[in-house]
C-alpha cells in the first residue's frame, strides 16, 4: 500500500487483509508496538518516529525480512508503509527474487496534500484493539470511546500527528516515498485509487474492484 501518511492506506490494508484472509504487516505497527514494550529497538527507533523521520533502512527491511518468513504469510501479505524509500523497494524486489516471488500489485491511495494536514489532525486510534478513526469522517458512535465490539478503549491521538510533525512527514513522503511510485510504475504493477474527499468504504469499494480484476478476491 502506497501513499501519503493519512491518505487511509492503513485503513484500507486493514480491510484488503481480511477481505484475502491474509496477515496486515505495518512498520509503523510493528515500531510502535516495540516503543511500548521498551524493547531495544523501540529505544533505537523512537528518535526517528518522534521527529517523523524515517527508521534507517537497514532496520527497517531487517524486521520486514523476518515477519515475511513467518508461516502465516505463506500464502500473501498486505503490506503496510514498507517500502518506504526507492532503497526499500529494490531490497524487497530482491528479497522476495531470492525466495522465487514477486509482488502482485502495489496500490497508491491518491490524496491532495491539503486534505492531508486535515485529516491528521483529526485522526485518532483506540490504543486497546488498534481500530482508526476520524474525528470528521468516521468518528466513533460513542464519542471518545472506541466503538469496535466488546472494546471500550479511549481514544488517543498519535503523537506524530501533531501539526510540525505532520509537515515533516509530509516533506519526507514527497523526497524519500514518492519515487517508489515510478518504480512500481515502471514495473507495471502500479494502481492508482483516487481517493480525495473520499470515505473509507468509497474508496474500499475502489480498491475491491481492483482486487477482482486481479482474480485475487
Ligand atoms: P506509519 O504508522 O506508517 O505512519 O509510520 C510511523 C513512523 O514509523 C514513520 O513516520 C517512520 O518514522 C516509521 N516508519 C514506518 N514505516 C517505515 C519504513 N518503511 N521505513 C522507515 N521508517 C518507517
Redesign the pocket.
Known sequence: MLGA?GAGK?TQAVRIAARLAVPHI????I??AHLKNGTAIGRQ?QP??DA????P?EL?CAIVADRLQADDCRGGYVL??????VP?AEMLTKLLRDHGDDLDMAIDIAVPDEEIVGRLAARRFCPKCGKIFNLKFSPSGNGKKCDAPGCDGSLERRS?DEEETIRE?LRVYHETTEPIIGYYGNQGILRTVPAAQASADDVFAKVEELLRTAGAA
Open positions: 501518511p492503513g505495518s512498520t509503523g505497527d515500531f510502535r527507533v526517528y518516529l517523523g523521520q524515517l527508521v533502512d527497517t503496510d508503509g514498507f517500502p518506504r524509500s526499500q506524530d512527514r
